[in-house]
């Protein structure tokens, strides 16, 4: 259950790592209030659940999914809401990017000896 507390707060850290990002982009350069304030706040509850999360999840496997998914939440978002550019390169470099999370994930063969 304790392991459970971490990834719940590595949700939350993505999630308003997402939202910080996309107010980045609707602050136009921090010139607009309410999206400025918004980025602030949503980095501010990134980094704090980040840090919650470190309490039961390994740095290397909590950053790893937090960049990785954020990433490409990020990217999805820019493409629906934005018209960002999607093609084959974007495609593989997603694919990539969560194939990378998948394997930081994957127990290691020291980890199966351990059990």
């Known amino acids: 259950m304790k392991r459970n507390v971490g990834y719940i707060a590595l949700g939350i850290a993505i999630a308003s790592e997402v939202v910080g990002t996309t107010m980045l982009k609707m602050s136009e350069g921090f010139t607009q209030l309410l999206p400025s304030i918004g980025v602030i706040i949503g980095f501010i509850i990134a980094f704090y659940s980040l840090s919650i999360s470190l309490r039961e999840i390994p740095l290397s496997l909590a950053y790893a999914i937090w960049s990785g998914v954020g990433t490409v939440l990020t990217a999805l978002v ?3 809401v934005w018209g960002d ?5 974007s495609f593989a470099g997603i694919v ?13 063969a020291d980890q199966e000896r351990a059990r």
């Open 78 to 80: 820019g493409m629906v």
């Open 85 to 89: 550019p999607f093609g084959i390169l």
């Open 96 to 108: 990539l990017i969560v194939g990378g999370v998948v394997l930081l994930n994957a127990p290691s």
